[in-house]
């Protein structure tokens, strides 16, 4: 058993639920709610943090509805297989970056924000203040390092480092 930091994550159980969660699910709605589930006992719970960390279909100034909000980590569920084409990742990062840009309101504040992106792979959306461009990292096979990003970027809420433990 491999664990993440103090306090302990068993990270290989973080993996098989989310792995089983997009799995079993037929629709967006049964990825958001298993995976959530997933991060919220497995992960937020964990780290200590109480559940109110997260809001869920959390509307923006515009309208627009959120998934998952997580302080600055935003969450966007996808069916599975739709991070399978590169038009629907496009599509999915476009939709993400509006949510960073609106919630984070002024361009400053864009750095600090990530967007995941979860199906039956996850992609990370970050803003280069250097370029000046929106940077797309996957989309992934849910694995380990994948994985550890996503617990990098909630344990971020916390404002600790992550350690790995053998």
Wanted: aromatic content about 8%; proline content about 3%; hydrophobic content about 40%.
């Amino acid at each position: 058993m491999t664990q993440v930091g103090v306090p302990q994550i068993d990270l290989d159980d973080v993996l098989l639920c989310i792995r089983s969660s997009v799995q079993k699910a037929q629709s967006e709605e049964d990825v958001r709610v298993r995976v959530s589930w997933c991060i919220e006992e497995k992960i937020l719970k964990a780290l200590g943090l109480e559940r109110s960390a997260g809001k869920y279909e959390y509307t923006l100034v515009s309208g627009a509805r959120v998934d998952a909000l997580y302080g600055h980590v935003i969450i966007e569920y996808k069916a599975p297989g739709k991070l399978s084409s590169a038009r629907d990742v496009a599509k999915a990062k476009e939709q993400v970056v509006r949510y960073i840009t609106e919630e984070a309101g002024s361009k400053s504040e864009w750095p600090r924000y990530l967007g995941v992106i979860i199906s039956d792979r996850i992609a990370f959306v970050k803003y280069d203040p250097r370029s000046g461009d929106w940077i797309l990292r996957g989309p992934y096979d849910i694995r380990r390092e994948v994985v550890i990003k996503l617990i990098e970027a909630l344990r971020g809420l916390r404002r600790k480092n992550l350690t790995s433990i053998t």
